[in-house]
């Protein structure tokens, strides 16, 4: 018998219905299976987040009997209805339990009654759901309206209070920030207890809640809560040192590979330019380079105009936010388990948020982190100072406190110490320290701190030492007259110079950014020289094209016709960058030789003219390069076409004239 057509539509859209209430149970089933299997949070609000968990667990019987039910086919549109409520409530309960348990501990320790409340609202919600569930609508069996009937006498019985063991500990909290607050310390005891109750109970899970806390500054938006946030970041940083700085090496190994980058190779262009460190707030300036925002911001107000890759004059000092690289660097991050510290988040802790809670507290902490170091043994020093190495990273009020509190004359010991990780930590803490600009005199003006330094540079146990003591060396040249002053010691010269040539390769970054800075000087320049810059430059160029190119090109500017003399073997390596370097190379490549040939005359000229193919390279640049790199290439083409023309003797004669008597030489007038 044929069907009716008519039939066909309702049957269709029936059948369409049904499957749909079926994935929205199932889908409603799995996500409160979900929200039924979490753990209770553990140290504080036990009762509220275990009672609706329990809730949750009625729920999903009720739910599976369902799904099971076989004479319910098609839902009413109130079930429906229900079942769509219920799942955004299941997924605010399990996005609640999961950030109580995944954030700070203290935090939530200082917001428990607004957190208490929100149990309380999700226990409402869930309650007046089941209230008007429409059993009587859906024909259930006598055994699922009884379970239906628990859940709604579980759901009338909320709870909305707090444990008084919860309220009795946040109180000793508020009345230990009180007291750092009033510069008066804590008990070791009690302050003991506190975090043991927060099961925050030796150095990693420290270090893990002073990285959330920082996170949660980042966060906020409201003013008063970032100011109670950063109080108990200086609390923990306290606690920290007061009740675990004695940690086992064990456990220090643990912290320092689970927090640090060091074991793991950073890839080269998530590392700044100046720092060599991992970039966490990326920034884009005038010349189109990408450095870390704290760096480039301290290299400018050191008075500095140009790139310090470059060498170019910034137009302007505006930076933009690099967010696509940022992001791969928080993944990248996330995939070898590196906590990713913001620069803005430690922005809002250094400045927008400061207090004397947090104030007094690192003062505290400095105190006893120097007190410890200076009666202990090396092994253990060495502890004390890798936690004022780590304290002196995080913002410029510890770096300020450690310096008052006469912290450099005590590094100054442990310089020369022949246990080579407490000389890294010594010489890396005071690397650490002169990123603020007043500390920078305290290096140069305390006794030894300088000359240790130098020493750590020429001698250091471990290249990681002297790699820092060179990172110190570049951020104190940010100083005009220190780096005149850096500029005339030979042993400065001679350490940087040994570095860049025989170090590994983060090593050979820290020498050859401080090479470039000292060649801002012409008296450096002078010294450099005596003692083969150039030829070092060219070494380096094999392995590290665009620093070593970029060295090369600051030299040749300042060094007159000692430079031009020394860099015209390198001509046909410059030819080769020129060719197959990066743009930022073949910039550098292109303005060191239009140098080289204005000031060396005609020979230079026709060694470079006598390279095969050289035109063909100048064109390439002139079409593809930077814009800078384009006018030097531009420029250098004309210098060869003169020469074709013949038109260089006269110049040559005035150079050669001069260049016999002097060593500043006689620029060529050429055209751009």
Not at 117 to 125: C, D, P
Request: with cysteine.
């Amino acid at each position: 018998m044929a069907v009716s057509p008519e039939t066909l539509p309702p049957k269709k859209k029936r059948t369409t219905a049904m499957n749909s209430d079926e994935r929205l149970l199932r889908s409603l089933l799995i996500r409160s299976k979900q929200t039924s299997s979490l753990n209770p949070i553990p140290f504080v609000l036990y009762r509220n987040s275990n009672s609706i968990i329990h809730k949750t667990k009625l729920l999903t019987l009720l739910l599976e009997d369902l799904v099971v039910d076989r004479d319910v086919k098609c839902f009413p549109a109130s079930a429906i209805l229900c079942f769509e409520e219920l799942f955004i409530v299941l997924q605010s309960i399990k996005t609640l339990i999961e950030d109580c348990c995944n954030g700070s501990k203290l935090w939530l320790l200082i917001q428990q009654q607004s957190v208490a409340n929100k149990f309380h609202e999700l226990t409402l919600e869930l309650s007046t759901l089941i209230d008007i569930f429409p059993v009587k609508e859906m024909n259930l069996s006598h055994d699922v309206e009884e379970l239906v009937d628990l859940i709604r006498k579980q759901c009338s019985k909320t709870v909305d209070l707090i444990d008084q063991k919860d309220i009795d500990l946040r109180n000793d909290v508020v009345l230990k920030l009180d007291r750092i607050k009033r510069e008066i310390v804590p008990q070791q005891s009690k302050l003991k207890e506190i975090f043991n109750r927060l099961q925050m109970n030796d150095s990693v899970t420290c270090t893990d809640e002073i990285q959330i806390l920082e996170e949660e500054v980042r966060n906020q938006s409201d003013e008063k809560s970032k100011a109670e946030i950063v109080s108990l970041i200086g609390l923990v940083r306290y606690a920290k040192c007061v009740l675990y700085g004695e940690s086992s090496p064990r456990t220090t190994a643990v912290r320092r590979k689970k927090s640090s980058s060091s074991d793991v190779p950073v890839p080269a262009d998530f590392r700044c330019p100046i720092t060599l460190d991992l970039m966490r707030d990326p920034v884009v300036v005038a010349t189109g380079q990408t450095y870390d925002r704290s760096s480039i911001n301290l290299w400018i107000e050191s008075g500095h105009s140009t790139c310090p890759k470059t060498g170019q004059t910034l137009n302007h000092t505006d930076m933009i936010p690099n967010c696509a690289l940022r992001n791969l660097i928080v993944m990248w991050c996330r995939e070898h388990r590196i906590p990713f510290e913001s620069t803005e988040a430690k922005e809002n802790v250094n400045g927008v948020t400061m207090n004397k809670t947090l104030i007094e507290a690192t003062k505290m902490t400095v105190s006893f982190l120097l007190q410890k170091a200076k009666a202990s043994q090396l092994e253990t020093a060495n502890r004390f100072v890798s936690e004022l190495r780590a304290l002196a990273k995080t913002d410029s009020n510890s770096r300020a406190c450690i310096a008052e509190a006469d912290g450099l004359p005590l590094l100054v010991k442990f310089l020369g110490s022949e246990h080579p990780n407490l000389q890294v930590n010594a010489v890396t803490t005071i690397l650490n320290l002169s990123i603020l600009e007043a500390n920078k005199s305290r290096i140069v003006e305390t006794d030894g701190v300088l000359n240790g330094v130098i020493e750590v540079l020429r001698t250091g146990a471990t290249w990681e030492a002297k790699g820092n003591a060179a990172a110190t060396i570049f951020s104190l040249t940010g100083v005009h007259a220190y780096r005149k002053k850096l500029g005339r010691k030979t042993r400065v010269i001679k350490g940087l110079m040994e570095l860049a040539k025989n170090g590994p390769i983060s090593s050979k970054r820290d020498a050859l950014v401080a090479i470039l800075n000292l060649a801002g000087d012409r008296e450096a320049v002078a010294k450099l020289l005596e003692v083969g810059v150039v030829e070092m430059a060219s070494e380096v160029m094999d392995g590290l094209p665009e620093e070593g190119v970029t060295v090369l090109e600051a030299v040749v500017k300042k060094g007159g016709l000692a430079a031009i003399t020394a860099a015209f073997p390198v001509i046909r390596k410059l030819a080769t960058i020129l060719r197959d370097g990066t743009e930022r190379a073949q910039e550098s490549a292109a303005a060191t030789l239009v140098n080289i040939c204005r000031k060396g005359g005609l020979e230079i000229v026709s060694e470079l003219a006598a390279i095969p193919g050289i035109e063909r390279v100048i064109w390439e640049v002139m079409g593809m390069g930077t814009g800078r790199g384009r006018r030097k290439a531009a420029t250098l083409l004309r210098i060869l076409r003169r020469w074709a023309a013949g038109l260089y003797g006269n110049a040559t004669a005035a150079y050669s004239t001069a260049g016999a008597s002097s060593t500043t030489t006689t620029a060529l007038v050429l055209p751009g």
